[in-house]
């Protein structure tokens, strides 16, 4: 049971975030541990949990959006692909970065936020009629967003860099505190 503890209590804290956001998206939009925890558990965990927890804690929090804040727009196929590309991406720097020491994990947490809003924002950019497909058009993509949105592009980056810094030092300082449920972590550690 106590194994298993650590695991319930980030999945409890994923819920918790996902549906706080999605009750209150004006306030931080997009401040949220998913991302850390794809990152984390790449760094981290040498088993199926690396994936398994991240991905289950996504896809049962996924429609949380739409139904609290009316929005459909989260349903999409394209959206849920997007998403899941920029989760996998955000997964892979991890795992390119695992047994790396401190800094080097959360310089790589800022990586992985950045190339979520790129991959994210990139292919809105391809795909949505409302961005022209030039420099100009992608700019406005990553940056300020359609015309008409309560936020520009470059707050949602601002609040993804902050949450995976935040949630990984967390998330990092959980698994160095508690050595007996990582191998991984006595090793980081000490670099």
């Known amino acids: 049971m106590n194994r298993f503890l650590p695991l319930a209590l980030i999945a409890l804290l994923l819920i918790i975030f996902r ?3 999605s ?3 004006e306030t931080l939009p997009n401040f ?5 925890l794809f990152f984390c558990g790449a760094c981290m965990a040498k088993d199926w949990r690396a994936w398994a927890l991240p991905l289950s804690a996504w896809l049962v929090t996924y429609p949380a959006p739409a139904l609290i ?7 999409s196929v394209d959206a ?6 920029a989760f996998v991406a955000t997964y892979f720097i991890g795992k390119a970065l695992s047994g790396r020491g401190l800094g080097t994990l959360l310089l790589g947490s800022i990586a992985a936020a950045l190339a979520f809003h790129l991959i ?5 950019w391809i795909g949505s009629p409302i961005y022209a497909k030039n420099l100009t058009g992608l700019s406005q993509s990553l940056w300020t967003g359609p015309a ?3 936020f520009p592009s470059w707050v949602f980056l601002r609040n993804m860099t902050a ?9 990092l300082s959980a698994r160095f505190a508690l050595p007996r449920f990582s191998p991984v972590s006595a090793e980081l550690a000490t670099r």
Request: proline share 7%.
């Open 163 to 171: 949450a995976n810094l935040i949630f990984t030092t967390v998330f």
């Open 32 to 36: 949220q541990p998913l991302a850390a």
């Open 120 to 124: 994210t924002n990139g292919i809105a």
């Open 69 to 75: 804040e009316g929005n459909n727009s989260y349903l």
């Open 148 to 150: 008409g949105s309560p």
């Open 23 to 25: 009750l209150f998206p």
């Open 19 to 21: 549906f706080i956001g």
């Open 80 to 85: 849920l692909l997007t998403t899941g590309l």
